[in-house]
């Protein structure tokens, strides 16, 4: 089966610019998540979708970055105006999990945004 | 808030031995435990899960022990090789479907 689905891989920017990442998650998970991992730190949860709704977004920095799940399949996450902190990867995980029941999570490749 | 301490420094073992990657916590036990492997420039990779009332869960080479009442599980690779290498993430799961991550130990097995 098809995996976690990520672009770009690699992204540059200036800050104060605005940057967008699109992920595709694999078919028939209802849950989705973007994570922000630093160098040298653990991945950390930015938001949760399960189908099209948001379950937790409470450590999204909601001034500068948003995310969005059109139709509970494809998501992006925006970041506008981009800081010299945001430089990190982006990943994107799925699972089959809902109503909060736990399950593995797979994970796309990433994106790694460097922010100059 | 919920803290998940892994051991920083990395891990150098020779071929052949068995690696022991350890994972505490502060504050209340997670429903579930999971453990990750992630690689250079890829996604993490799941493992393996461990839930509050088991004590030890096993697949191939693979061994997590969790316990609650010292707030730490261990994960062990026997008969580790060269190509165990790599960066191991434990993540806490407080039955929500909400995954908090440990910083994770980096894993060098020399042949």
């Known amino acids: 089966e098809a995996g976690v689905a990520q672009s770009p891989r690699y992204k540059i920017i200036e800050k104060r610019q605005s940057v967008a990442f699109w992920c595709n998650p694999i078919s028939g998970h209802a849950t989705l998540y973007w994570y922000q991992q630093i160098l040298g730190q653990g991945p950390k949860l930015l938001i949760q979708f399960q189908n099209n709704g948001v379950v937790d977004d409470s450590q999204l920095p909601k001034d500068r970055f948003s995310a969005e799940r059109l139709k509970g399949v494809d998501s992006t996450l925006k970041i506008q105006p981009a800081k010299l902190e945001d430089s990190a990867v982006y990943l994107c995980?799925?699972?089959?999990?809902?109503?909060?029941?736990?399950?593995?999570?797979?994970f796309g490749p990433g994106t790694r945004l460097t922010v100059l | 808030s919920q803290k998940i301490e892994q051991n920083s420094e990395a891990l150098n073992i020779q071929e052949g031995k068995t690696a022991t990657l350890t994972c505490n916590y502060t504050?209340?036990?997670?429903?579930?435990l999971q453990w990750y492997r992630q690689d250079p420039g890829r996604g993490p990779v799941f493992l393996l899960l461990?839930?509050?009332?088991?004590k030890e869960k096993r697949k191939e080479r693979l061994k997590v022990t969790f316990d609650t009442t010292l707030k730490q599980s261990l994960f062990h690779i026997t008969a580790s090789q060269p190509a165990d290498s790599a960066t191991y993430l434990c993540?806490?799961?407080?039955?929500?479907?909400?995954?908090?991550f440990g910083q994770g130990t980096t894993l060098q097995v020399k042949p």
């Open positions: 504050n209340y036990s997670p429903a579930y």
């Open positions: 993540a806490l799961d407080m039955n929500t479907g909400k995954l908090i």
């Open positions: 995980a799925s699972s089959l999990a809902s109503g909060g029941r736990v399950s593995e999570q797979f």
């Open positions: 461990i839930r509050e009332n088991e």
